[in-house]
């Protein structure tokens, strides 16, 4: 008999729910839309509906949940079970997930931020093998961070760590110089906010490509029209990138990653963003880091945190 691991993703936008191993292979997945508005008790219950399919696949493949890993889009006590706050979906500031899984269906459950849950699935079966200092950052509705220094996952004091997104730059250009977070510059949200409030000159593609409703902009659409040469498009995506560029290189010099990956969903403008990050970042860099480093995009893509859940939740 299998003995599974039930990994949960849940950030701002989607649930995301796999059976895995502990060795990160996925074995069946299941995935819904997340409503903020119906808070943490709502996300909850989605979770515990489609508890008895899940129950019932594992059997199908001869086995059983045995274990719960959650993958949380937002700081966490890890070793308590505790979220900390979420900054997208009301109601879980202090909320116990280890608690309501042991009352509900009486499996363990453990809790990691999402960003070190995608650092460590990154690292072990994705652009990271390989290597003893790597860094993982996501763009999508938020941006994150995790960090891998000498082979293990760099989580602090325990509350979370290498928050690229809650740090701070000048929004230099379109921002008149004011400080700002990285995650109010250039995460999925942030972009599509810009994009739908900008001016955006009559002869750019954007225009067809959301049928003339600006309001329906958003990071695809972007990089459709970057890769169809759109000069707008280009232009904005190149702002995007120096800033983002300038967060990269605050990390290589403070810690000197061998590899650095890039996921989330702005991520699948796929080379576009990536050139530009390598062409941006490197002028930025500390002399002792020049040449001894790379930029990819993340291999694992959408089931990212889901594989570093399982990973994780399987040395428990």
């Not at 500031?93 to 460590?120: H, L, Q, T």
């Not at 994705?126 to 999508?140: A, C, E, H, Q, S």
């Amino acid at each position: 008999m299998t003995n599974y691991i039930l990994a949960v993703e849940t950030g701002g936008t989607k649930l995301q729910m796999a059976l895995g191993t502990a060795e990160g292979e996925i074995h069946f997945n299941y995935r819904t839309i997340i409503y903020p508005e119906n808070g943490c008790q709502g996300i909850l219950e989605d979770v515990i509906k489609a508890f008895p399919v899940l129950e019932e696949e594992a059997e199908k493949r001869d086995g059983k949940i045995t274990k719960i890993g959650i993958g949380f889009g937002g700081p966490v006590d890890s070793n308590k079970g505790v979220v900390i706050a979420s900054v997208q979906v009301p109601g879980w500031n202090g909320f116990s997930v280890m608690d309501f899984f042991k009352e509900r269906v009486g499996i363990p459950a453990y809790i990691y931020n999402d960003s070190n849950a995608a650092a460590w699935g990154e690292y072990c079966r994705g652009t990271g093998r390989g290597t003893k200092n790597f860094f993982y950052t996501n763009l999508g509705s938020g941006v994150g961070g995790g960090l891998i220094i000498d082979g293990k996952l760099y989580d602090g004091q325990g509350y979370g760590a290498a928050e690229m997104g809650q740090t701070w730059l000048c929004d230099f250009g379109h921002g008149k110089g004011r400080p700002e977070k990285i995650e109010n510059m250039c995460s999925g949200w942030a972009i599509e906010k810009k994009l739908r409030r900008a001016k955006i000159p009559a002869d750019s593609i954007l225009w067809k490509l959301c049928k003339g409703r600006q309001g329906e902009l958003n990071c695809a659409m972007l990089g459709q029209a970057v890769k169809a040469g759109d000069y707008y498009a280009n232009d904005f995506l190149d702002h995007i990138a120096q800033i983002f560029s300038v967060a990269l290189s605050n990390i290589i010099s403070l810690f000197s990653p061998e590899c650095i990956a890039v996921g989330g969903g702005v991520s699948l403008i796929g080379e576009p963003l990536i050139e530009r990050l390598r062409k941006y970042t490197d002028p930025f860099v500390f002399i002792s880091s020049r040449n001894r480093y790379h930029i990819e995009k993340s291999r694992l893509d959408e089931s990212i945190v889901l594989v570093g859940t399982l990973l994780l939740t399987g040395m428990k």
